[in-house]
């Protein structure tokens, strides 16, 4: 067991050294999607029609940048993702990649370790971020921040792993960036997180249907107003948002291990 979880132990505790000496890595990802945050959410507040929510007491009506402000939250997260895992591209250009594939522990260690690398640093920039929710209007209590950091785990696995399957089948940082554009933004841009699933043509609300970010970031929304005991009827229920997440969680991790398995030294 040691020689299994000691280099699980080290990847991670690496890609946490590495985000310690390159704090423009946090500025980045966290100024950037604030930014959009108050630009765009600024911008389109007088022409947003908030979905359909429902509260115990009183009528509820959101804001856009309130609405807005969970899909920067999961935009934290993907960003997190970007930056880990390219250190995958740049690893194999210098031979360290060569020097741990060479080692003899299993390839799903050295998957899990930089996985968790990118979870630790990505939990603790959303962490950070939630620090803003009281400021719009959002009551976060003790049960929605625990179910909250659940659910960014949960998105954070996903998308790392996501971003390790394609890293580990990159030569160059221009050609993941290229892919990584190509894919990662647009289903955060169809994932809910821009504009709500309702009143969009039929054929691109089944694209946001087939999306599983669209049920990370419903998850994230249904845990953020838990305290608040407020719902949102137009938006997959929480349950089947963790399902589907679980699910594509799982799948990511399976297809990064094989990718990774399959590495010629």
């Not at 507040?45 to 899909?71: H, L, R, V």
């Not at 690893?91 to 050295?110: D, K, M, T, Y």
């Amino acid at each position: 067991m040691l020689s299994v979880w000691l280099p699980i132990k080290t990847i991670w505790w690496r890609e946490i050294i590495r985000f310690v000496r390159q704090r423009s890595r946090l500025l980045s990802a966290i100024l950037q999607p604030l930014i959009f945050w108050i630009l765009i959410g600024s911008g389109l507040s007088a022409s947003f029609k908030p979905p359909s929510t429902s509260s115990e007491n009183t009528s509820y009506e959101q804001a856009y940048t309130e609405y807005f402000y969970p899909g920067i939250v999961v935009l934290v997260l993907l960003f997190t993702a970007i930056f880990a895992t390219i250190s995958v591209v740049n690893e194999r250009r210098e031979g360290f990649l060569q020097n741990v594939l060479v080692a003899p522990v299993p390839r799903w260690s050295i998957v899990l370790g930089q996985t968790l690398g990118g979870i630790t640093l990505a939990l603790l920039q959303g962490v950070l971020l939630l620090g803003i929710a009281p400021l719009i209007g959002i009551k976060v209590g003790l049960i929605s921040l625990l179910t909250t950091g659940g659910v960014m785990i949960l998105i954070a696995f996903g998308l790392t792993n996501l971003g390790l399957l394609i890293a580990w089948r990159m030569d160059s940082t221009q050609g993941f960036h290229a892919i990584m554009n190509l894919i990662l933004i647009p289903i955060w841009l169809l994932s809910g997180a821009f504009f709500p699933l309702a009143g969009v043509p039929h054929w691109l609300a089944w694209v946001m249907k087939l999306n599983p970010v669209t049920y990370g970031l419903a998850a994230f929304r249904h845990s953020l107003y838990l305290d608040s005991h407020i719902t949102f009827d137009e938006i997959p229920t929480m349950t089947i948002s963790i399902i589907v997440c679980s699910v594509f969680s799982l799948l990511t991790y399976a297809g990064a291990v094989l990718t990774a398995s399959t590495q010629q030294i």
